[in-house]
Nanobody, 121 residues
Framework: QVQTVESGGGLVEAGESLRLSCRAT????????IAWYRQAPGKEREVVST???????NHAAAVKGRFTITRDKAKATVFLQMNDLKPEDTAVYYC???????????????WGMGTQVTVSS
């Protein structure tokens, strides 16, 4: 069963930065489309950022210009650099893989534990 492992969350003040890491096998990280998601208390899980097999990226409107998704193939890790964090970014962040034809709203792997990001005002 494919599973991803997220890390890097924490408690920060508004305006600060965090970098999240998503790890799995190198075959998964380096050869699949990967997405970062988040779920805030009482809300549905939403897609934050995606990176395709070819390296093209997309970000949700709420984070565009502040978040960057990258892939380090040598480390078999997908990063989510989050700058200028806001209290509304507070959520548990997850990563998963998806097929382009089905889109990131149809993830393929079992969900990991996620990593908590808390932004104080």
């Amino acid at each position: 069963q494919v599973q991803t492992v997220e890390s890097g969350g924490g408690l920060v003040e508004a305006g600060e930065s965090l970098r999240l890491s998503c790890r799995a096998t190198s075959e998964i990280i380096n050869n699949r489309n990967i997405a970062w998601y988040r779920q805030a208390p009482g809300k549905e899980r939403e897609v934050v950022s995606t990176i395709s097999i070819s390296g093209s990226t997309n970000h949700a409107a709420a984070v565009k210009g502040r978040f960057t998704i990258t892939r380090d193939k040598a480390k078999a890790t997908v990063f989510l650099q989050m700058n200028d964090l806001k209290p509304e970014d507070t959520a548990v962040y997850y990563c998963n893989l998806f097929r382009m034809a089905d889109g990131p709203k149809n993830p393929l792997a079992q969900w990991g534990m996620g990593t908590q990001v808390t932004v104080s005002s």
